[in-house]
Nanobody, 122 residues
Framework: QVQLVESGGGSVQAGSSLRLSCASSGRLHSSHCMGWFRQAPGKEREGVAAWHSAGHPEYADSVKGRFTISQGNAKNTSYLQMNSLKPEDTATYYC????????????????WGQGTQVTVSS
């Protein structure tokens, strides 16, 4: 069993930055993937970024060059650095965990956090 808790959301103006954190507890598989997803009202949940324990990040095209996913030194924390935020980035952001290969598809992930709200105003 893995528990995930996100933090760091907030309300900012366009062009600002935020850093989201995801603290995990429980036993993580040696080969695993931590992903960040978002869901705006009335829209489907979409993958934003994912980080494999071997150190391979991947990003959705909509955030490439603006968002950076990383892992803490203790490897039980995932971060999502979000720069140059746009109003269309407004959503509830979730972190999620799965074993083995990485993916940006929400259906592939097993464990989810409760989400943190990010609101970007123009």
């Amino acid at each position: 069993q893995v528990q995930l808790v996100e933090s760091g959301g907030g309300s900012v103006q366009a062009g600002s930055s935020l850093r989201l954190s995801c603290a995990s507890s429980g036993r993580l598989h040696s080969s695993h993937c931590m992903g960040w997803f978002r869901q705006a009202p009335g829209k489907e949940r979409e993958g934003v970024a994912a980080w494999h324990s071997a150190g391979h990040p991947e990003y959705a095209d909509s955030v490439k060059g603006r968002f950076t996913i990383s892992q803490g030194n203790a490897k039980n924390t995932s971060y999502l650095q979000m720069n140059s935020l746009k109003p269309e980035d407004t959503a509830t952001y979730y972190c999620a965990y799965k074993t083995w290969y990485c993916s940006l598809s929400p259906r592939d992930f097993t464990y989810w956090g409760q989400g943190t709200q990010v609101t970007v105003s123009s």
